[in-house]
């Protein structure tokens, strides 16, 4: 079964940080870029980060930038998103998701809302809660 499981969500007080892990099963992720969303209650889903398949390249919202850092280990097949800083304003459910990117171009981290509609894979999300 191929699949994307997020984890590492929780309730955490404002000025604190959080680590997301996303770990594939059934396939490997050495050839995806990997995109983190958000989706807040009664709010569209957005994109919060992305990286490519190698690695090499990421990019990031303009609400997270300088406190979130996405990164991946091919080696555990998982990418992780360090949230630091934490805001209420970033309460919501977190997914991460896998778009092919086997010349590792990574277009979907450089596409309107980091190509939300070009992922094949999506985990079922895991919330977070800032709040004191």
């Known amino acids: 079964q191929l699949q994307l499981v997020e984890s590492g969500g929780g309730l955490v007080q404002p000025g604190g940080s959080l680590r997301l892990s996303c770990a594939a099963s059934?396939?490997?992720?050495?050839?995806?870029?990997i995109g983190w969303f958000r989706q807040a209650p009664g709010k569209e889903r957005e994109g919060v980060s992305c990286?490519?398949?190698?690695?090499?390249?990421?990019n990031y919202a303009d609400s997270v930038k300088g406190r979130f850092t996405i990164s991946r280990d091919n080696a555990k097949n998982t990418v992780y998103l360090q949230m630091n800083s934490l805001k209420p304003e970033d309460t919501a459910v977190y997914y991460c998701?896998?778009?092919?990117?086997?010349?590792?171009?990574?277009?979907?981290?450089?596409?309107?809302?980091?190509?939300?509609?070009?992922?094949?894979?999506w985990g079922q999300g895991t919330q977070v809660t800032v709040s004191s």
């Open positions: 998701a896998a778009s092919p990117d086997e010349d590792n171009s990574a277009y979907v981290c450089y596409d309107v809302s980091f190509g939300i509609y070009e992922y094949d894979y």
């Open positions: 059934g396939f490997t992720l050495d050839y995806y870029a």
């Open positions: 990286i490519s398949s190698s690695g090499g390249s990421t």
